[in-house]
């Protein structure tokens, strides 16, 4: 998890070695059917700064399921393309940035998902944690501009999911009309490192072992081996001073990106999404039918009904019957 890799680098082996056994243990468990058919190429800039993305594959697949354990339930999301899907835009670019350790599996659906229901040409920005250099993935924002301005699209969407927020963002305010949205977006670091700590180890027989003094340490040592500041991840400050055409989608249940603080922006370009009972694993992996309609919706411009061949549909694993319906 988020704060573990952290950690890593500021505390003793012993420390180290402990945190590593932790986050294999608190790995989401997630499955899917599609294979590994997706390219992975680079995009460069100018100053020859690259980074890795993932681009669809050329055979789309048109059904899609994938089964992700939460709190010990187990949630399937199925969805089945109609053939009556968007036509292929090459104009229209969207980039996913994911949340740190987001699994290969979700991201690939969306992917897919996503490429089906708006015809756009859809990329996955490597994870902030997948980057040579961990900076809260901010080496991701000269290279995707330098794309997006040589490619020259009439329309351009920007997904960030949790941390992918902070990448997401700074593109968006060197893009002219660009939409931002953001997903469980990470708002504050220290809040969301303590969070996850609370969340999953608090109660554990280890934690003695880890102060959270040790974790307050950790985040400044990523701040400073980021070479970032905390104003330069302030999405919401940022936002204030410069609004954007922005969606924002956000759960009271998540304690890891806190609802209440979008309470003070009061900006006629931002619309808010609050879905209840979400936490912050459904909302970064768009576990929820009404989020995903809302979602999409957003993206098309007209409101999406929720179905099989739009949204797809999530039951619980149980539910043998769930997504075979028309």
Not at 199 to 205: A, G, P
Request: with cysteine; glycine share 6%; charged share 20%.
């Amino acid at each position: 998890m988020l704060f573990l890799f952290f950690m890593a680098m500021s505390l003793s082996g012993c420390a180290r070695l402990i945190a590593y056994q932790i986050a294999t243990q608190h790995t989401p468990s997630v499955s899917g059917n599609l294979s590994e058919t997706f390219k992975t190429s680079r995009l460069c800039s100018t100053s020859s700064e690259c980074i890795r993305v993932q681009r669809s594959p050329d055979i789309a697949v048109s059904q899609m399921e994938f089964s992700l354990t939460i709190n010990n339930k187990t949630k399937v999301w199925t969805f089945k393309d109609s053939g009556r899907g968007s036509t292929s835009d090459g104009r229209h670019l969207i980039f996913i940035f994911p949340g740190y350790g987001t699994a290969k599996a979700i991201v690939a659906m969306h992917q897919q998902w996503l490429t089906l229901m708006t015809g756009a040409d859809v990329i996955v920005v490597e994870s902030a944690d997948s980057a040579e250099h961990f900076a809260f993935g901010l080496n991701a924002v000269t290279p995707i501009v330098s794309a997006i301005e040589e490619q020259k699209p009439t329309k351009v969407d920007l997904i960030g999911i949790s941390m992918g927020s902070v990448a997401a963002f700074h593109i968006a305010s060197k893009i002219e009309g660009a939409r931002l949205h953001l997903i469980a977006p990470m708002t504050d670091f220290h809040h969301s490192t303590l969070a996850l700590w609370n969340i999953l180890h608090r109660d554990k027989v280890y934690s003695s072992f880890i102060s959270k003094q040790n974790i307050e340490d950790a985040v400044a040592i990523v701040y400073s081996n980021a070479k970032a500041e905390e104003s330069d991840i302030d999405i919401i400050g940022k936002l204030k001073q410069s609004p954007l055409t922005t969606y924002v989608y956000t759960s009271p249940a998540d304690r890891v990106a806190l609802e209440r603080d979008w309470e003070l922006v009061n900006s006629s370009g931002i619309t808010q999404h609050s879905f209840p009972n979400l936490n912050h694993l459904e909302m970064s992996s768009l576990m929820d039918e009404k989020l995903l309609a809302r979602f999409v919706s957003n993206l098309l411009n007209t409101d999406v009904e929720r179905s099989l061949h739009t949204t797809g549909v999530i039951c619980e694993s149980n539910q043998k019957t769930c997504g075979k319906g028309s």
